[in-house]
């Protein structure tokens, strides 16, 4: 399988709980490599365009609020097969129905509050990398 990025983002409710360490953990225990991160808290603005593809559903606006709550922690991961790697890692949307020992059942408190988001496509991974880390701080490793 070919080498991938992947845009990973801890969310406020898993940066809330201390676990940015635990989860990064998981990434390099399935061979994914950190080669961009930042902290930030995003701005409304922010939350509304990386969501855009949403923007008509019902959950969007709790969605908006919930991102723009408190701090996240943004990362591109590589490695082989990383969107699908990572996918796998974090587990369904939805904690109640995510897979046992993923991100998702061991650290998500709901369907809105669910500790991760991964890029689901090439396409979509290189959209959302490009957003967050426009320019020259990515270390491919
Ligand atoms: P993400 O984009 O955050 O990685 O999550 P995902 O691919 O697993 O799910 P997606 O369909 O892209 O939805 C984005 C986020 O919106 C919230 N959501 N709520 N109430 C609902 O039915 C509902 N559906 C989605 C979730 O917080 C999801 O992570
Ligand atoms: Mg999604």
Not at 38 to 65: C, I, Q, T, W
Request: proline residues 4%; charged residues 25%.
């Amino acid at each position: 399988m070919a080498i991938e990025r992947t845009l990973s983002i801890i969310k406020p409710d898993a940066v809330a709980k201390n676990v940015i360490g635990q989860i990064y953990s998981r990434f390099e225990g399935a061979g994914l490599k950190v080669i961009a991160a930042r902290m930030m808290h995003l701005s409304r603005n922010d939350a509304e365009a990386f969501y855009g593809v949403h923007r008509e559903r019902p959950f969007f606006k709790d969605l908006v609020e919930f991102m723009i709550s408190g701090p996240v922690m943004v990362q591109a991961l590589e490695g082989e097969g990383a969107i699908l790697k990572n996918r796998d890692l974090m587990g369904a949307t939805d904690p109640k129905k995510a897979a046992a020992g993923t991100i998702r059942a061991d650290f998500a408190d709901s369907i809105d509050a669910n500790a991760v988001h991964g890029s689901d496509a090439p396409e979509t991974a290189a959209v959302e990398i490009a957003f967050f880390f426009p320019g020259m701080s990515i270390h491919s490793r």
